[in-house]
């Protein structure tokens, strides 16, 4: 199993020399930005990472990387373009975030210190580096600070012995509701906290706000491993509704504070879940608020009208529903339905 392990870099160690190196970087990024639109015209095809490598071929020694750098930036450029599905991607300017890729060979890790392309750095050894490193980054978050990140192969994690089964509705007023009553509710803090952001742009304190941001991200990360953390080790089956922004879009909540919260809890149940053998689903949501668990018929609250209501009674069976659960039971019906048709 794959896994990545982030470590701050100490500041007195870092200042001259990432940041040239990130420059370097980037120039190699915005080569590939400039040249694949060139590599189309002939070869009537997107280049590939390794097109890109032949391009760049021996760059390294005049702008200092390491050569594995080079080619880690253009297959990440590669696989980002086609990601994208757009023609070019984003120019990296001096204002872009650092970052700086390297494979197992390019680095050499000793204790608490990283050598990469002849500069040591020493960094916070919070945690010892489990496993195999095989690839990894040197990364500068919003706030100026870098941190080095590694890859490394570890072992796999014990499968899980739960036995739940769970349906996962996940909504604006709540982060996500279980088909088994319970309610994830994000913290209150963030709220509160987004006011505070506001109120320092306002007064165009952007340092301040910043830190705010990155605090504010830390904790939702730190929260959602937990909560994702519980489900996985209690469940055998978990299915997941496939809410998207476009219902925000509809509904002028798009700032809702569990909006950046969906992707990147679904994304920690995936891959949680994968490490912990629990069958993980996502299901199509359409019809989940409407249709009545116990007896099927479509009665509940539609659109977005519906969203003030909490609890209604099924019109043909007298069922009274928790507006989230009962969207959480249909899911996990559908779920299971899904793996019936296998
Ligand atoms: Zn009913």
Known sequence: MVRTYHYRIKDSSVAPQLTPLARAVNQVWNFCNESQEHALRWNQRWP????????????????????????????????RRKHAKKRKLRWRGKRALGWIPFKAAGVKVIDDTVTYAGHTFRFWKSRAIPGTIKM?????????????????????EAPTTGTKQ???????????????????????????QQRRIAEHQ???????????????????KDFLHKASDRLTKECELIVVGDVGSARL?????????????????????????????VVYREVSERFSTQTCSDCGAIGGPKGREGLGIREW????????????????????????HTLALK
């Open 48 to 79: 590939t990472g390794f097109d890109l490598q032949k391009l760049t071929a021996g760059c390294s020694q005049e702008l200092g990387l390491h050569a594995q750098t080079v080619q880690a930036v253009c297959e990440e450029y590669a696989t």
């Open 136 to 156: 990894g980054n040197f990364a500068q978050d919003a706030r100026g600070r870098w941190y080095v990140n590694f890859v490394c192969e570890v072992a796999d």
């Open 166 to 192: 769970i349906g996962i509705d996940l909504g604006l007023k709540t982060l996500a509701t279980c088909s088994d009553g319970r309610k994830i509710e994000a913290p209150r803090w963030y709220r509160h």
């Open 202 to 220: 306002r007064k165009k304190r952007s340092r301040q706000a910043k830190n705010l941001h990155a605090r504010i991200a830390n904790r939702r």
């Open 249 to 277: 879009a509809k509904t002028n909540m798009a700032k809702s504070v569990n909006d950046a919260g969906w992707a990147m809890f679904r994304h920690l149940l995936e891959y949680k879940a994968m490490a912990r053998k």
């Open 313 to 336: 009674v099924c019109g043909e069976c007298g069922a009274i529903h928790d507006r989230d659960v009962n969207a959480a039971m249909n899911i996990l019906r559908m779920g299971h």
